[in-house]
């Protein structure tokens, strides 16, 4: 069963559920209301989670139209609009999510992310900064690794490091975070731990052109002659066009 499928299902019963006896129309109630919005929110997520943008829209607006305050919807659209690039409605929708709960560790950690991607750091920031007051949320790492990027965005080199180190430290299976602490530690020429980064970065995630830029460097400091050799091919291989290739041509 597809994840939509089962969210259907899901909100199929949600509504049977609903319907105690008689002739009682279930959406007369609050609580046959509330339990209709929050299944077509679900429903919403789940065309998201699937790349259906465009169809999430319909279960989500129906949410509305029962709860037109509705932070779990608002917030959803507004992930629906950044995926369609519609950055203004994006933008206008997770602001209706946190006028409803401003306390809302996901909802802020997901706008702080759209503010991240329209390269408003400075907001950006201050979005991740509250979300990590929710000491019991339990994406916080994910929220450490966002705010740690962000302040390398800001130019708060050190502050950005002890976040990402913070990040990995709650959960160490974080790729993104991992590279960037390799990066990091391989420009203060802390090679050993560099390794590190970049090995557990490795086993989890698959190359992309900086990592394997980087993985030429340090194959090149440890004198790991094959390596680098493989690392240089896959590099020209599958990025020829990319600045990172460049750079390792300018490097040989």
Do not use: W
Not at 140 to 152: D, K, P, Q
Not at 226 to 234: C, E, I, P, T
């Amino acid at each position: 069963m597809t994840l939509r499928a089962a969210l259907l299902l899901l909100f199929v019963s949600l509504l049977a559920g609903c319907v105690t006896t008689g002739q009682v129309n279930p959406m007369s109630t609050s609580k046959g209301r509330d339990e209709a919005r929050k299944a077509y929110v679900q429903l919403g997520i789940g065309y998201l989670q699937e790349g259906a943008a465009e169809r999430a829209k319909v279960p989500l607006k129906k949410a509305l139209e029962l709860d037109a305050s509705d932070p779990d919807a608002n917030a959803a659209l507004g992930l629906v609009f950044q995926a369609e690039m519609e950055p203004k409605l994006a933008d206008e929708y997770f602001r209706k999510a946190i006028s409803s709960r401003g306390d809302d560790a996901r909802i802020l950690n997901n706008y702080g992310s759209f503010l991240y991607e329209q390269k408003q750091y400075q907001d950006a920031y201050a979005m991740f900064e509250k979300a990590s007051a929710d000491i019991l949320y339990p994406e916080r790492s994910r929220v450490f690794e966002n705010m740690g990027m962000t302040a390398l965005k800001l130019g708060q080199r050190e502050q950005g490091q002890q976040l990402l180190d913070k990040a990995l430290r709650l959960n160490g299976q974080q790729p993104r975070a991992l590279l960037e602490m390799a990066e990091l530690s391989y420009e203060d020429r802390h090679y050993v731990p560099s390794r590190g980064y970049y090995d557990r970065f490795s086993q989890m995630s698959e190359q992309n052109a900086r990592s394997l830029l980087l993985g030429t460097r340090l194959a090149k400091v440890f004198e790991d002659k094959n390596k680098a050799a493989s690392f240089g091919l896959q590099l020209r291989r599958l990025y020829p066009g990319t600045p990172e290739y460049q750079q390792y041509l300018s490097e040989q």
